[in-house]
């Protein structure tokens, strides 16, 4: 429920940036003319797209450069290096076990994706996990961005630029918050129920597969990005049992 939800309301703030694009028809006087117009409006989109495209990547690579630069300050190393990695309220219980007792009589790719981590991974990946969604739940826009890859955090913030109906500032911490007030509270809370007994992995990418709320199976995509894990979704994706 929580995954459809987050989906859901996703989905409206994107449809709402893309209200200005778009275009309707000329006069059709010339045939010519407005076939010219077409490709001339075409070469222009795909240069202003390219354009875009390098903007987007080297914001990416310059919050990943932050990062780093975070992670190997003097004194700091691992989790030290983001406050936000604190341990939260409440502690957790992770109960590992594999990717088996997520796999069900339809498809599997990705509980069979790529390897079985090592439980260090898997634990600090985890960790990541509880970290973005307790965030969530006590507000903590900022701390909730913190644990997101770079890639989700610029594109959420390109996302909310091209809004039509944005005001101020559009940071990460703003749009998760707006994405967030528009749930339910209980499905907040109970999206925070994570129960994490695999990580699937594939390179510094894969799965965290972990058991939630009300019996149902989660797969949050993670990356890791220099020494920390990150989550690379905004929900995880229900599995079929």
Known sequence: MQGKALTAVSAALILASLTGCGGGGGSAASSSASTAATNSSSASAAGESASSEREFQQRIEELQRRRRSDESEPGQSGAKAEPSLA?????????????????????NSIQESGSEASAPD??????????YLDSRVAGRWAAACSFMSASMVVGLERMAALSPQ????????????????????????????ADVGSLRLNGNRGFLLYHGARSSDYAMPVVKEGKMWKVA???GAPLAR
Request: with cysteine; proline share 8%; hydrophobic share 35%.
């Open 166 to 193: 944005r005001h101020g500032d559009p940071g990460c911490p703003k749009v998760i918050a707006a994405l967030v007030a528009a749930l339910p509270r209980r499905t907040v809370r109970e999206g925070a129920e």
């Open 87 to 107: 341990p939260t309220s409440g502690g957790h219980h992770d109960s590992g076990g594999g990717a088996a007792q997520f796999r069900g009589p339809g498809d």
């Open 122 to 131: 898997r634990e600090q990946a985890a960790a990541a996990l509880h970290g």
């Open 233 to 235: 979704a905004l929900a």
